[in-house]
């Protein structure tokens, strides 16, 4: 089917930020942003077949085909605000987004690009709508945004951690009340195949894990199946050297 657009189409009068801008603006400038100022769009590598990644794919695909037409984006990025996978449903979306230099590997953490869909929601662990005027550095405004976290159901509970964020944007500006209801669906739909990928070794440290951490004040850690669990008396012990180590390990181990 094709994407039926619904716009707020009332002239919206001068407000003040709402609150949760007015902080990551404050947060952006404490980073040493600048409104004029040039995206600080750091590059790195990202894992082609991670477990979010294959999660999201047919949930990414389908949305585009939903989509068809609108001048929207969609961006999936991991819990470091790196960029995962950028789909559009329409080609002047893709210029758009190209144009910004968006693609797969980019960074858009608040500290690097200020307020934007995708590092704020992964600063705030909340949802958030991000006007055109709300970005706090210029070159953004062209879009009006809206990220949610994504949450792995497994691992989440204790580790506290984001999985990602998923961010539709509208290059036009305008403002789509459908996008919450949209955006949400397909990050259930993400998290469900998230929990259905999760391996029976995955499942079997957090259940180990949750019994040795009953003990209060007891110090444990366990690494394995890319997954790092810790007690905060067992992170205490721990040198920023022996965290370095720790991650390496989960990523390249093959504990059972």
Not at 43 to 55: D, F, P
Not at 123 to 140: N, Q, S, W, Y
């Amino acid at each position: 089917m094709r994407w039926s657009s619904v716009q707020s189409t009332t002239p919206r009068p001068a407000a003040p930020p709402r609150p949760e801008i007015a902080s990551s603006w404050a947060r952006s400038r404490l980073s040493g942003l600048r409104e004029d100022g040039a995206p600080r769009l750091a590059h790195g590598s990202v894992a082609a077949e991670s477990g979010l990644v294959r999660a999201a794919g047919p949930v990414l695909e389908r949305a585009k085909a939903e989509l068809d037409g609108a001048p929207v984006g969609l961006v999936l990025a991991n819990h470091t605000a790196h960029v995962v996978d950028v789909q559009f449903a329409d080609r002047s979306a893709g210029r758009a987004i190209a144009d910004l230099g968006i693609a797969p590997g980019v960074q858009l953490g608040e500290d690097q690009v200020g307020t934007n869909a995708i590092g704020t929601p992964l600063e705030t662990k909340r949802e958030l709508l991000v006007r055109g005027p709300d970005h706090f550095i210029a070159a953004f405004r062209s879009f009006t945004c809206y990220g949610h976290p994504i949450i792995h159901p497994i691992i989440h509970p204790i580790t506290r951690r984001l999985e990602g964020v998923l961010d539709i944007g509208d290059c036009s500006g305008e403002e789509n009340r459908l996008f919450p209801p949209l955006l949400r669906r397909m990050v259930r739909d993400i998290e469900d195949r998230l929990q259905l990928g999760s391996t029976r070794a995955q499942r079997r440290l957090l259940a180990e894990f949750q019994v040795a951490a009953r003990q209060r004040g007891r110090p444990v850690i366990v690494v394995g199946q890319s997954l790092v669990l810790a007690t905060p008396h067992a992170i205490d012990l721990l040198e920023p050297a022996d965290h370095a180590a720790v991650r390496t390990c989960a990523e390249v181990c093959d504990i059972p």
